[in-house]
Protein backbone atom coordinates (compact mmCIF):
# COMPACT_ATOMS: atom_id res chain seq x y z
CA UNK A 1 0.00 0.00 0.00
CA UNK A 2 1.54 3.33 -0.97
CA UNK A 3 0.21 4.83 2.25
CA UNK A 4 1.91 2.20 4.40
CA UNK A 5 5.02 2.69 2.11
CA UNK A 6 4.96 6.79 3.38
CA UNK A 7 4.56 5.51 6.55
CA UNK A 8 7.41 3.60 6.74
CA UNK A 9 9.52 5.58 5.33
CA UNK A 10 8.81 8.44 8.07
CA UNK A 11 10.27 6.02 10.42
CA UNK A 12 7.29 6.07 12.71
CA UNK A 13 5.95 3.51 15.14
CA UNK A 14 2.82 2.72 14.16
CA UNK A 15 -0.34 1.04 16.09
CA UNK A 16 -3.63 1.04 14.47
CA UNK A 17 -6.42 1.98 17.01
CA UNK A 18 -10.03 1.44 16.84
CA UNK A 19 -12.10 3.47 13.90
CA UNK A 20 -15.28 4.53 14.00
CA UNK A 21 -18.54 3.95 10.79
CA UNK A 22 -17.02 6.18 8.40
CA UNK A 23 -14.16 4.89 5.65
CA UNK A 24 -11.21 6.49 7.81
CA UNK A 25 -8.46 4.34 9.57
CA UNK A 26 -6.54 5.95 12.73
CA UNK A 27 -2.70 4.82 13.80
CA UNK A 28 -1.22 6.41 16.82
CA UNK A 29 2.34 7.37 15.61
CA UNK A 30 4.96 7.13 18.26
CA UNK A 31 8.10 9.79 17.39
CA UNK A 32 10.60 10.93 20.22
CA UNK A 33 8.31 9.50 23.50
CA UNK A 34 5.31 11.61 21.35
CA UNK A 35 2.30 10.58 20.12
CA UNK A 36 -0.12 12.04 17.73
CA UNK A 37 -2.60 10.15 14.92
CA UNK A 38 -2.33 9.65 11.31
CA UNK A 39 -6.24 9.78 9.95
CA UNK A 40 -5.99 8.09 6.69
CA UNK A 41 -9.43 8.58 4.55
CA UNK A 42 -9.73 5.91 1.83
CA UNK A 43 -13.00 7.51 0.50
CA UNK A 44 -14.73 11.09 0.58
CA UNK A 45 -11.02 12.60 0.96
CA UNK A 46 -12.25 16.27 1.22
CA UNK A 47 -14.89 15.71 3.71
CA UNK A 48 -12.56 13.26 5.83
CA UNK A 49 -9.72 15.26 5.44
CA UNK A 50 -10.10 19.06 4.42
CA UNK A 51 -13.77 19.85 6.07
CA UNK A 52 -12.47 18.04 9.10
CA UNK A 53 -9.23 19.95 9.49
CA UNK A 54 -11.41 23.21 8.74
CA UNK A 55 -14.48 22.43 11.30
CA UNK A 56 -11.55 21.41 14.10
CA UNK A 57 -9.65 24.81 13.14
CA UNK A 58 -13.18 26.73 14.05
CA UNK A 59 -13.57 24.91 17.06
CA UNK A 60 -10.11 25.24 18.74
CA UNK A 61 -10.62 29.01 17.52
CA UNK A 62 -13.76 29.46 19.55
CA UNK A 63 -12.02 27.71 22.71
CA UNK A 64 -13.99 24.31 22.02
CA UNK A 65 -11.04 21.43 22.41
CA UNK A 66 -10.59 19.35 18.91
CA UNK A 67 -7.74 17.73 17.42
CA UNK A 68 -5.27 20.06 15.92
CA UNK A 69 -3.99 19.76 12.38
CA UNK A 70 -0.26 19.15 12.80
CA UNK A 71 0.62 18.18 9.16
CA UNK A 72 -1.48 17.41 6.09
CA UNK A 73 -0.56 14.52 3.35
CA UNK A 74 -3.41 15.18 1.21
CA UNK A 75 -1.63 14.06 -1.66
CA UNK A 76 -1.38 10.95 -0.17
CA UNK A 77 -5.41 11.06 1.60
CA UNK A 78 -3.78 11.29 5.12
CA UNK A 79 -3.20 13.96 7.55
CA UNK A 80 -1.52 13.99 11.26
CA UNK A 81 -3.29 15.54 13.96
CA UNK A 82 -3.02 15.57 17.77
CA UNK A 83 -3.78 12.46 20.24
CA UNK A 84 -6.37 13.03 22.36
CA UNK A 85 -5.63 9.79 24.03
CA UNK A 86 -8.41 6.66 24.29
CA UNK A 87 -10.79 7.55 26.47
CA UNK A 88 -14.28 8.77 25.32
CA UNK A 89 -16.78 9.82 27.50
CA UNK A 90 -18.41 6.89 26.85
CA UNK A 91 -15.79 4.67 28.53
CA UNK A 92 -16.17 6.88 31.45
CA UNK A 93 -19.48 6.84 31.95
CA UNK A 94 -20.67 3.57 31.13
CA UNK A 95 -20.56 1.99 34.38
CA UNK A 96 -20.91 5.02 36.40
CA UNK A 97 -23.97 5.29 38.79
CA UNK A 98 -24.89 9.17 38.81
CA UNK A 99 -24.34 10.69 35.38
CA UNK A 100 -26.01 13.52 35.96
CA UNK A 101 -23.19 16.17 36.69
CA UNK A 102 -21.36 14.84 34.09
CA UNK A 103 -23.74 14.80 31.03
CA UNK A 104 -24.76 18.38 32.26
CA UNK A 105 -20.85 19.10 31.00
CA UNK A 106 -22.11 18.19 27.88
CA UNK A 107 -25.11 19.97 27.54
CA UNK A 108 -22.88 22.71 28.20
CA UNK A 109 -20.72 21.82 25.66
CA UNK A 110 -23.74 22.00 22.96
CA UNK A 111 -25.05 25.50 24.12
CA UNK A 112 -21.09 26.88 23.94
CA UNK A 113 -21.23 24.95 20.29
CA UNK A 114 -24.72 26.92 19.96
CA UNK A 115 -23.24 30.11 20.00
CA UNK A 116 -20.34 30.06 17.41
CA UNK A 117 -21.43 32.37 14.21
CA UNK A 118 -20.78 30.14 11.03
CA UNK A 119 -20.24 31.97 7.68
CA UNK A 120 -21.37 30.54 4.76
CA UNK A 121 -17.92 29.71 3.63
CA UNK A 122 -14.23 29.66 5.01
CA UNK A 123 -11.09 29.09 2.49
CA UNK A 124 -8.81 26.56 4.38
CA UNK A 125 -5.21 25.78 2.53
CA UNK A 126 -7.01 27.01 -0.58
CA UNK A 127 -10.14 25.00 -0.60
CA UNK A 128 -13.23 26.84 -0.10
CA UNK A 129 -15.48 25.16 2.83
CA UNK A 130 -18.82 25.81 2.96
CA UNK A 131 -21.53 24.95 5.47
CA UNK A 132 -25.17 24.59 4.09
CA UNK A 133 -28.30 24.67 6.30
CA UNK A 134 -30.36 21.88 7.19
CA UNK A 135 -33.14 21.20 4.37
CA UNK A 136 -36.33 19.41 4.32
CA UNK A 137 -34.24 17.37 1.42
CA UNK A 138 -31.82 16.59 3.52
CA UNK A 139 -34.48 15.50 6.48
CA UNK A 140 -35.52 13.11 4.01
CA UNK A 141 -32.47 12.14 2.34
CA UNK A 142 -31.41 10.47 5.59
CA UNK A 143 -34.73 9.41 6.93
CA UNK A 144 -34.58 7.34 3.49
CA UNK A 145 -31.58 5.23 4.83
CA UNK A 146 -35.05 3.46 6.73
CA UNK A 147 -36.44 2.74 4.02
CA UNK A 148 -33.52 1.85 1.32
CA UNK A 149 -31.77 -0.18 3.69
CA UNK A 150 -33.94 -1.32 7.04
CA UNK A 151 -36.87 -2.17 5.29
CA UNK A 152 -35.79 -3.73 2.06
CA UNK A 153 -33.44 -6.13 4.02
CA UNK A 154 -36.10 -6.78 6.40
CA UNK A 155 -38.99 -6.81 4.26
CA UNK A 156 -37.89 -8.17 0.82
CA UNK A 157 -41.73 -9.03 -0.39
CA UNK A 158 -43.49 -5.96 0.81
CA UNK A 159 -44.57 -3.13 -1.92
CA UNK A 160 -42.07 -0.92 -0.24
CA UNK A 161 -42.20 1.69 -3.42
CA UNK A 162 -45.95 2.11 -2.17
CA UNK A 163 -44.90 2.19 1.64
CA UNK A 164 -41.93 4.33 1.04
CA UNK A 165 -44.51 6.77 -0.64
CA UNK A 166 -47.49 6.99 1.60
CA UNK A 167 -45.16 7.06 5.57
CA UNK A 168 -42.75 9.85 3.45
CA UNK A 169 -45.71 11.72 2.40
CA UNK A 170 -46.89 12.27 6.75
CA UNK A 171 -42.99 12.65 7.53
CA UNK A 172 -43.02 15.95 5.51
CA UNK A 173 -45.73 16.69 7.14
CA UNK A 174 -44.06 16.91 10.57
CA UNK A 175 -40.86 17.37 9.09
CA UNK A 176 -42.57 21.16 8.39
CA UNK A 177 -43.86 21.48 11.70
CA UNK A 178 -40.18 21.94 13.33
CA UNK A 179 -40.26 25.41 14.74
CA UNK A 180 -36.92 26.40 15.16
CA UNK A 181 -35.07 27.73 11.90
CA UNK A 182 -31.66 26.08 11.22
CA UNK A 183 -29.48 29.10 12.60
CA UNK A 184 -27.13 27.27 14.69
CA UNK A 185 -23.97 25.21 14.71
CA UNK A 186 -24.94 21.73 14.66
CA UNK A 187 -21.99 18.63 15.21
CA UNK A 188 -24.61 16.01 13.57
CA UNK A 189 -23.00 13.19 15.51
CA UNK A 190 -23.03 14.76 19.23
CA UNK A 191 -22.78 11.30 21.41
CA UNK A 192 -21.14 9.96 24.10
CA UNK A 193 -18.54 7.87 22.10
CA UNK A 194 -17.37 11.61 20.13
CA UNK A 195 -16.19 13.17 23.32
CA UNK A 196 -12.64 12.43 24.09
CA UNK A 197 -11.41 12.80 28.09
CA UNK A 198 -7.59 14.19 27.99
CA UNK A 199 -6.32 15.38 31.44
CA UNK A 200 -9.78 16.28 32.75
CA UNK A 201 -10.64 18.19 29.37
CA UNK A 202 -13.63 17.42 27.15
CA UNK A 203 -12.54 17.65 23.56
CA UNK A 204 -14.89 16.79 20.59
CA UNK A 205 -14.50 14.70 17.56
CA UNK A 206 -15.51 13.34 14.45
CA UNK A 207 -16.95 16.96 13.29
CA UNK A 208 -16.97 16.57 9.71
CA UNK A 209 -20.30 16.82 9.12
CA UNK A 210 -21.16 19.65 11.03
CA UNK A 211 -23.90 22.07 9.79
CA UNK A 212 -25.96 24.93 9.91
CA UNK A 213 -29.08 23.38 11.52
CA UNK A 214 -32.21 23.53 14.40
CA UNK A 215 -30.67 23.95 17.91
CA UNK A 216 -32.52 20.66 19.49
CA UNK A 217 -30.52 18.27 16.54
CA UNK A 218 -27.52 17.85 18.85
CA UNK A 219 -29.65 17.44 21.96
CA UNK A 220 -31.36 14.60 20.66
CA UNK A 221 -28.61 13.26 19.65
CA UNK A 222 -26.97 13.27 22.94
CA UNK A 223 -30.07 12.22 25.12
CA UNK A 224 -31.58 9.38 22.24
CA UNK A 225 -27.86 8.21 21.66
CA UNK A 226 -28.49 4.73 20.97
CA UNK A 227 -25.18 3.37 22.15
CA UNK A 228 -25.36 4.33 25.71
CA UNK A 229 -29.08 3.33 27.60
CA UNK A 230 -29.85 6.53 29.59
CA UNK A 231 -32.53 6.16 32.44
CA UNK A 232 -35.78 8.14 31.50
CA UNK A 233 -35.57 10.79 34.70
CA UNK A 234 -31.86 11.39 33.53
CA UNK A 235 -33.65 11.79 29.82
CA UNK A 236 -36.15 14.35 31.45
CA UNK A 237 -33.46 15.94 33.86
CA UNK A 238 -30.69 16.71 30.60
CA UNK A 239 -33.75 18.11 28.65
CA UNK A 240 -35.16 20.59 31.24
CA UNK A 241 -31.28 21.58 31.92
CA UNK A 242 -30.72 22.48 28.62
CA UNK A 243 -34.21 24.50 28.87
CA UNK A 244 -32.43 26.50 31.86
CA UNK A 245 -29.25 26.90 30.55
CA UNK A 246 -29.99 27.81 26.93
CA UNK A 247 -31.52 30.81 25.67
CA UNK A 248 -34.94 29.47 24.57
CA UNK A 249 -35.53 28.70 28.40
CA UNK A 250 -39.17 27.60 29.45
CA UNK A 251 -41.12 29.35 27.60
CA UNK A 252 -40.74 27.33 24.39
CA UNK A 253 -40.82 24.52 26.30
CA UNK A 254 -43.68 23.12 23.87
CA UNK A 255 -41.58 23.87 20.32
CA UNK A 256 -38.25 22.17 22.09
CA UNK A 257 -39.71 19.27 23.11
CA UNK A 258 -41.42 19.42 19.64
CA UNK A 259 -38.52 19.56 17.93
CA UNK A 260 -36.69 17.47 20.32
CA UNK A 261 -39.07 14.40 19.50
CA UNK A 262 -39.31 14.74 15.67
CA UNK A 263 -35.43 15.40 15.35
CA UNK A 264 -35.12 11.99 17.44
CA UNK A 265 -37.03 10.17 15.35
CA UNK A 266 -35.78 11.20 11.84
CA UNK A 267 -32.28 10.62 13.05
CA UNK A 268 -32.60 6.92 14.63
CA UNK A 269 -34.88 6.18 11.36
CA UNK A 270 -31.61 7.24 9.62
CA UNK A 271 -29.47 5.36 12.20
CA UNK A 272 -31.47 2.28 12.04
CA UNK A 273 -30.74 2.15 8.11
CA UNK A 274 -26.82 3.33 8.70
CA UNK A 275 -26.41 0.15 10.90
CA UNK A 276 -28.19 -2.40 8.84
CA UNK A 277 -26.02 -0.53 5.74
CA UNK A 278 -22.86 -1.15 7.71
CA UNK A 279 -24.09 -4.69 8.18
CA UNK A 280 -24.54 -5.47 4.67
CA UNK A 281 -22.64 -3.31 2.57
CA UNK A 282 -19.34 -2.56 5.18
CA UNK A 283 -19.25 -5.82 6.92
CA UNK A 284 -19.28 -4.55 10.49
CA UNK A 285 -21.70 -6.50 12.42
CA UNK A 286 -21.35 -4.64 15.82
CA UNK A 287 -23.81 -2.25 14.64
CA UNK A 288 -26.56 -4.60 14.82
CA UNK A 289 -26.88 -4.89 18.23
CA UNK A 290 -27.91 -1.48 19.01
CA UNK A 291 -31.19 -1.74 16.71
CA UNK A 292 -33.91 -2.93 19.50
CA UNK A 293 -32.83 0.24 21.77
CA UNK A 294 -33.20 2.39 18.88
CA UNK A 295 -36.38 1.36 18.31
CA UNK A 296 -37.78 1.48 21.58
CA UNK A 297 -36.10 5.36 21.77
CA UNK A 298 -38.32 5.84 18.24
CA UNK A 299 -41.55 4.74 20.35
CA UNK A 300 -41.05 6.59 23.13
CA UNK A 301 -40.59 9.62 20.92
CA UNK A 302 -43.75 8.92 19.06
CA UNK A 303 -46.02 9.17 22.08
CA UNK A 304 -45.78 12.75 21.20
CA UNK A 305 -49.44 13.38 19.87
CA UNK A 306 -47.23 15.32 16.76
CA UNK A 307 -47.15 11.70 15.45
CA UNK A 308 -50.72 10.06 15.53
CA UNK A 309 -50.95 9.59 12.09
CA UNK A 310 -47.82 8.77 11.67
CA UNK A 311 -48.21 5.88 14.35
CA UNK A 312 -51.86 4.64 12.74
CA UNK A 313 -49.78 4.17 9.46
CA UNK A 314 -46.47 2.38 10.76
CA UNK A 315 -49.23 0.01 12.65
CA UNK A 316 -51.57 -0.29 9.19
CA UNK A 317 -48.05 -0.87 7.35
CA UNK A 318 -45.26 -1.61 9.79
CA UNK A 319 -46.57 -2.80 12.89
CA UNK A 320 -43.72 -2.14 15.56
CA UNK A 321 -44.45 -5.41 17.46
CA UNK A 322 -42.89 -7.52 14.30
CA UNK A 323 -40.35 -4.30 13.79
CA UNK A 324 -39.03 -5.33 17.09
CA UNK A 325 -39.10 -8.93 16.91
CA UNK A 326 -36.74 -9.11 14.06
CA UNK A 327 -33.26 -11.11 14.46
CA UNK A 328 -30.83 -11.01 12.05
Known amino acids: MENGKIL ?12 DASFREFYRVKKNNKTSIIVLARKEQYKNLIVYSAVNKILNSHNISSPKLLKNYYK ?12 SFYDY ?30 YFNGK ?24 KYYFKNLKLGKI ?13 KLYFKNNYFTHKDFHASNIMINKKKLSLIDSQDAIIGNPLYDVASLIDDVRI ?12 YYLKK ?33 YKRDRKPNYLKYLPYTWSLIERRMK ?9 LFEKYLPFKKLKKIKI
Do not use: C
Not at 164 to 176: Q, S, V
Open 246 to 278: SKFKAKNKISLKNDFDILSVQRNLKILGIFVRL
Open 164 to 176: KKILKKELNNIYK
Open 229 to 240: TIPKNLQVNLFD
Open 8 to 19: MKMNYKLKKISG
Open 76 to 87: DNMIEITDLGDR
Open 128 to 151: KIKFVKYSLSQLHKESDLFFDWYL
Open 93 to 122: IKNKKNKFNDYKKLIELIIKLQKIKLKNQY
Open 304 to 312: NPIFNKLNI
